[in-house]
């Protein structure tokens, strides 16, 4: 394992694995034993390839520096370049972006894409800076990870907190530092732009339609309809958004909200729509929404829904909150959302949870169409992505579904199985250099 610092002192000795980290690894292990991994293989997935750290000086607003701390982990790339979020987040660690850089790997690995796994962000609260203030605090952050990203390197894209303007900025920095002749070759350093600045038409939904998607796939196997089905999301942002919209849609109920502000219900349902609207004028929360009641943020898992979308943060369903559970199926929206003491709880119960590197894979789907369409020098219709990405998530969906049958196996233990299985031909045909 490498550690890259730049900037000043950092800490590199090794952190203790905790929090999310040793959830990703007993879920690993898990999957590795079933189908039994190559000793030597095991060992270079366990741990990641590289892990940057940078600090770098930011002026405010008001004439003051600041000094942020800035992650990038690649965890592997045996099958194409590394790929995988930044979030700008308190929570941002080593740890954390280890974890969620390991998922992504098997994420793009199950989708069959030519990707690799990478995560990162910058440890920050956002609400605390201006719009110019983010701005050059992303610009700086993208300078100082310099050639550690890069088209057919590394590939980042928005995760929690960041969105289509700060891949905006990123691109813009970084083409900004190449020779002038290959500027616009290097367009697809990140995905997830802006429609107008190379991005993809479709891209801001394509997560939350993979959810949608995957709930859709599972109803369709079980003999269900959606029409009149309850479901509860956690996190209104735009996966929770999209996912809520496409399962409206399809007659489906939302009954119950939770944000970082608070948690709202109404049996008889909550509009999406309204509900996004609301939130647009209420500095970003659903507290207070006119058309709902408060509910008590311990209880909310515990609301009456056919169907739970966890679509914030990791470690949200836990021993303590599992056996409260109402739903049915719990779709993640979110990567991580449930730790492994809360999975066996409700696999023990019989709830069927459609696990992250599957359900909430529609994002990185589209930022691989994405990718494709910038490095071809294309231009592809909404209803042709939209399209697409039924086609792959589909593809996906079938695959873990039947192996899970077959193998009699939860979906979680099922998609780890497949995409494991595929990183490890990978290293068999080519060997290990030298």
Known sequence: MTTITAGLNNITQEIPVR??????????????????????????LSITNNEIIVNFPVKMDNGE??????????????????KGGLRYHPTVDIDAARALAMWMTWKTSLAGLPFGGGKGGIKIDPSKYSKDELERITRRFTFALADNIGPEHDIPAPDVNTNSQTMAWMADTYMSTRPPAERTANQHVVTGKPAGSGGLDGRDRSTGYGVYLSIKFWAEKNNKTLEGKTFIIQGFGNVGYWAGYFLEKDGAILV????????????KGIQVEDLFKYIQVSDGSVVNFPNAQSVNKDDFFGLDCDI????????????????SIKAALIAEGANGPINVEGEKILLERGITIIPDILCNSGGVVGSYFEWLQNRNGELWQYDEVMGKLHKKIKESFDKVYEYSEREAMDMRTAAYCIAIKRIEKAYVQRGIFP
């Open 19 to 44: 929090g999310m980290m040793a959830n990703v690894m007993e879920q690993f292990n898990s999957a590795a034993d079933q189908i039994n991994l190559h000793p030597n293989i095991r060992k270079i």
């Open 65 to 82: 520096v600041e000094i942020f701390t800035g992650y990038r982990v690649q965890h592997n790339n045996a099958l194409g370049p590394y």
């Open 256 to 267: 119950g909200v939770q944000d970082a502000y608070g948690s709202i219900q109404n049996k």
């Open 308 to 323: 739970c979308i966890p679509a914030a943060l990791g470690n949200q369903i836990t021993k303590e909150n599992a056996p």
